[in-house]
């Protein structure tokens, strides 16, 4: 979706590197999902941010929530080849309320042990 | 484990014919969603009901249909297939609309030849 902007689309890294990855919406965000997916496979629940400033880590990932710029940050610590995969992030944008998610189109990650 | 079982995985069929998706929700939710992803076009909404009812439409065609029955299982129903139409297509749940995450199945990869 346009709305909803991925950057950078690919990236590639050496284990053990930082990397980060961003989300921006072109709309007001009333929440922010990040999911991380297998090629062909299905998406799975990584975090959700609500709050501007609100801040959530799961053991090396971390994600970051500006309200003002309308954006979110990923951030992986010490990245390792379990965490290769697409990296996808939804948005709550309140159409009508129903509560569906607008998705960016994706960071694919490799990691190269 | 979502939670959410989609059936068929795998689908392979040819042009003009029609298919039907299944999807499970996870215990207790009551409002589903079908997205459809490709290369081109990424995660794109297509339709949502919440107990029985349809909630929101998004790019959905119209040889497409959906319906969600009252055990909360939902069917879509793709017809006069077109080679476009392959794609992955992704079944999620939620307990209501803007509940929070969507929790989402394995998909249903779809091939038309």
């Known amino acids: 979706s346009q709305e909803l902007e991925q950057s950078p689309q690919s990236l590639i890294v050496q284990e053990g590197k930082n990397l980060t990855i961003n989300c921006t919406s072109s709309?007001?965000?009333?929440?922010l999902y990040w999911y991380k997916q297998k090629y062909g496979e299905g998406l799975i629940f990584l975090m959700m941010?609500?709050?501007?400033?609100e801040e959530k880590s799961h053991e090396k990932i971390t994600a970051k929530l500006d309200e003002k710029k309308q954006q979110s940050s990923l951030h992986i610590t010490a990245s390792q080849p379990s965490h290769a995969g697409i990296y996808l992030c939804?948005?709550?944008?309140?159409?009508?309320?129903?509560?569906?998610?607008?998705f960016g189109q994706g960071t694919t990650l490799q990691v190269k042990p | 484990d979502s939670g959410v079982t989609q059936t068929p995985k795998h689908l392979i069929t040819a042009t003009g014919q029609r298919v039907t998706l299944r999807c499970s929700p996870r215990?207790?939710?009551?409002?589903v969603y079908w997205y459809q992803q490709s290369l081109d076009q990424g995660l794109q909404f297509l339709i949502q009901?919440?107990?029985?009812?349809?909630?929101a439409k998004g790019n959905i065609l119209e040889r497409f249909s959906a319906q969600q029955f009252p055990d909360l299982h939902s069917e879509l129903n793709l017809s006069s297939l077109e080679l476009g139409d392959s794609a992955l297509y992704f079944c999620?749940?939620?307990?209501?609309?803007?509940?929070?995450?969507?929790?989402f199945g394995e998909g249903s990869r779809l091939t038309v030849l």
């Open positions: 009901y919440y107990n029985g009812e349809e909630r």
């Open positions: 215990s207790g939710d009551l409002s």
């Open positions: 939804g948005a709550d944008i309140r159409i009508s309320n129903t509560g569906k998610l607008i």
């Open positions: 941010l609500q709050k501007g400033g």
């Open positions: 709309k007001t965000l009333y929440g």
């Open positions: 999620a749940s939620s307990v209501e609309p803007g509940a929070g995450e969507l929790f």
